[in-house]
């Protein structure tokens, strides 16, 4: 590969280039599609700490986000009507801020008024999901496995109809 081509592929993945794509099976070298998710803590900024394992019976979303990321900024809306429409039927939803600085993370959540629970990540639980960049979502089904993985800004209906399914699915 080119130079040109290596930095033009590594610019694409750094900006989260705002493309919506639901990913297929270990297309981005973490837990395939139908496999157990890692095991995870995220410790949120409200001093609590998320555990997945303990939201089994619960399908869960995990946001990956930014601060500085603008798709995620566009996609917050969004997120925050998913949440507080899903949170009655019991889906659980959780940010992960990649990388970021405390203070922007706060703002951010206060700006855009995120009503779910959102943890400061040095890498850690990114890595464990193979999150490249933000914004990804990654959403766990109520037995604790990878249901879908989505690169890039995720489009309301994608993740509403996803919701549906595992909700009807019992």
Known sequence: ???????????????GCGLEQE???????????????P???????????????????HPVVIDFFGSWCGPCRRQQADLNAVAARYRPRGVVVVGDALRDDRAAVESYLTDL???????????????????????????????GRVAATVLGGIHPATLTSLLDRLLAAG
């Open 1 to 15: 590969m080119s130079r040109v081509g290596a930095a033009a592929l590594a610019a694409l993945l750094l900006t």
């Open 23 to 37: 990913v297929g099976v270990g297309s981005t070298g973490g837990p395939q599609v139908g496999t157990a998710a």
């Open 39 to 57: 095991e995870v803590r995220i410790h949120t900024l409200d001093g609590a700490v998320f555990d997945l394992a303990a939201e089994r019976g």
């Open 113 to 143: 008024v995120v009503p779910y629970p959102a943890g400061l990540d040095d890498g850690e639980v990114g890595a464990r999901f193979a999150v490249l960049a933000p914004p990804t979502t990654v959403v766990v089904d109520r037995d």
